[in-house]
């Protein structure tokens, strides 16, 4: 054990080997470990909290309400359909194969490794813990370098409930991520960028792994001319300011009828100077969270070159303060519409018509969400239909992901499966398929040489299909 590949090597192996050990948990064991998981993150509730703000500036509001609220609630949902989850599914069992019972027995993977971002890194590395654990499973857990205070907290969490054994957590840098994702482990859960996402997709591959892969995308939000624009626009403008904008569910750009263009982008102003009131002469950070390091402050600055800056922007590099700049007259062809902005970047650009944005919206790859703001019933059928998006949320951002059995997941260039709820359970279970039977009756026709002809063999196939 020279390597540190090899060590991850001798981890797994013991994560293996507990697995084997207690193959199928029962729902009290299960329930034992979420509630212990759950009081030892209220018992750590105030060490998370002055983590995040120094990983990422986070006020102790937005840190417990969207990491530690969100996997507690998805701890509590988990406890509490547990027993539900677990219970077999019977399924129809054909007269051929009568006496007997057919039923989908939903059983552990056996060992997951989950990788988590910096953005949220509890609540996008404890959530799908939860599903796990809930699950049955044993877990790896890997948390961001770049969000070593987090990290930490984690690390310290982790070990006041379980053996290394049953969850492990691995701290190092990108090189430590790679290695993970070549070894063996029964299914890898991983949230990041797309790019990222491609590479370990790759690697599981070799070992024939299956995968979860949260991503992200340009997320657009269409706001049609009968939209209410204060209440739209403080919307929108809520969900791109959480976190910096730095949430892979944000709100990209934003596509607004040309009639209401003007009158949309005052009430983005007063929303943005409202909501975050970051502004000069003194840059203080009060509610709202900084850039979380300054490669991605300055890939940021890049994408503003050549555009026009509507109102906003201003931040600062030292302090990695940076306030929502909201752009106009923006080229589709700019940099700016061609990568995933992941920051409080917002544009702003013109439609038409809805048949217009909607085919603009086709030409571009699947993102994780896709926003409408509209009364009109069947413009939003239209959209909920004919949007191809992870997750649709109509005249709201971002609040997709409260629902705690709402799936949650990508699509195409967003990633795929789903997680949160029923969701998360199933994606880390297999749906094991059984049939019981007994001895009698033994129907002879089955076995050659055979004496019933092809068309009753027909019959009885059409008989199977009910």
Known sequence: MNTPKQKLEFLLQKQKAY???????????????????????????????????????????????????????????????????????????????????????????????IIGPWNYPFQLLFSPLAAALAAGNAVCLKPSEFAPAASRVIHDICRACFPEEQVSVVQGDHQISADLATLPFDHIFFTGSAKTGRLVAQAAASNLIPVTLELGGKSPCVVCDDAPLKKTARRILWGKSLNAGQTCVAPDHIWVHHSIEQDFLNELKHAARSLTPVRPPDLKQGDYSRIINHLHYDRLEKLLEGTTIYDGGERDRETLIFAPAILTNVDPSQPVMQEEIFGPVLPVLPFRSFDDVMQEMYTRPTPLAAYLFTRDRKTMQIFEEHVQAGGICINDSVSHILPPDLPFGGLGASGYGSYHGRAGFDRLSHAKPILRRGFTPDLPFRYPPYAAGLSMIKKAFQFLAG
Request: some cysteine; hydrophobic content about 40%; aromatic content about 6%.
């Open 19 to 113: 697995s084997v050990e207690r193959p199928f948990p029962s729902a009290s064991q299960r329930r034992e470990h979420l509630l212990l998981l759950e009081r030892t993150i209220i018992e750590q509730t105030d060490n998370l909290l002055d983590a995040l703000h120094q990983d990422l500036g986070k006020c102790p509001v937005e840190a417990y309400t969207s990491e530690v609220g969100l996997v507690l609630r998805d701890i509590r949902f988990a406890v509490k359909k547990l027993k539900k989850w677990m219970k077999p599914q019977h399924t129809r069992n054909p007269l051929f194969v009568q006496p007997g019972r057919a039923y989908v027995k939903p059983a552990p993977l056996g060992v997951v490794l």
